[in-house]
């Protein structure tokens, strides 16, 4: 099963509203990352969030990272028809591993009309 | 301007054939990615490089063959024991895969098989 699930699968809003995206993950993590990605496109990195922080601000984007229920949600406030696109969070595990390998969960498919 | 690049954008392979994936960064990256991403579906990844003339499979490696020759390039060749190669697939870099940081993506290769 995905380390990262998304939650909702997709999201339908107004512009001007605000949207909200959640991410459960199953171990211990050294970060979690937001990506966002454009139909046919590549992925372009958002913000990073390190297993020690709580919260963080990039322009309209603020993400939240709970470790005791192993979740973390990405908030959009303010949408534009410019932010219709989908988002992945993708974790970091804590140990194991000595590379920098992320595991992307299915992502949200967000849709902002205008 | 600094980034990944791919090649092609589209490629379309007949049963039995064996295609080779382009992917080219100048951002003086130690550490190379190759993903596959189905429709509807989060990023998997295929193998992964830390370092020039070294590689290691991913979580989906069978039927899919790389080499790191050069820094700044980390062809993918997806082999005609890849079942099911219908797919799109995503390059990525990142600084040092020591630690799992942010990653920089190109803008993907969509494989075909008639």
């Known amino acids: 099963s995905q380390q990262g699930e998304e939650d909702p699968q997709a999201l339908s809003i107004q512009e001007g509203e605000n949207a909200t995206m959640n991410c459960s993950y199953k171990?211990?993590?050294?970060?979690l990352q937001w990506y966002r990605q454009n139909s046919g496109r590549g992925l372009v990195h958002l913000i990073l969030?390190?297993?020690?922080?709580r919260e963080k601000h990039s322009g309209r984007l603020r993400v939240t990272l709970d470790t005791s229920k192993k979740s973390s949600s990405l908030l959009i406030t303010a949408s534009r028809a410019a932010d219709t696109a989908s988002y992945f969070c993708a974790t970091a595990d804590a140990g194991g591993t000595s590379y920098g390998k992320l595991t992307f969960g299915q992502g949200t498919i967000l849709t902002v009309h205008p | 301007d600094g980034g990944i690049t791919q090649s092609p954008k589209y490629l379309f392979r007949k049963e039995g054939q064996n295609v080779t994936l382009s992917c080219e960064q100048n951002?003086?990256?130690?550490?190379m990615y190759w993903y596959r991403q189905d429709p509807g579906q989060g990023l998997r990844l295929i193998y992964y490089s830390q370092i020039v003339n070294d590689f290691q499979k991913g979580d989906i490696a069978e039927g899919y063959s790389v080499s790191r020759e050069k820094k700044e390039s980390f062809p993918l060749t997806v082999t005609s024991a890849q079942k099911n190669p219908t797919a799109f697939y995503l390059c990525?870099?990142?600084?040092?895969?020591?630690?799992?940081?942010?990653?920089?993506f190109g803008p993907g290769t969509r494989l075909t098989v008639l």
């Open positions: 969030i390190r297993s020690n922080e």
């Open positions: 951002l003086n990256h130690d550490a």
């Open positions: 171990t211990s993590i050294n970060n």
């Open positions: 990525a870099s990142s600084i040092d895969s020591r630690v799992a940081d942010t990653q920089y």
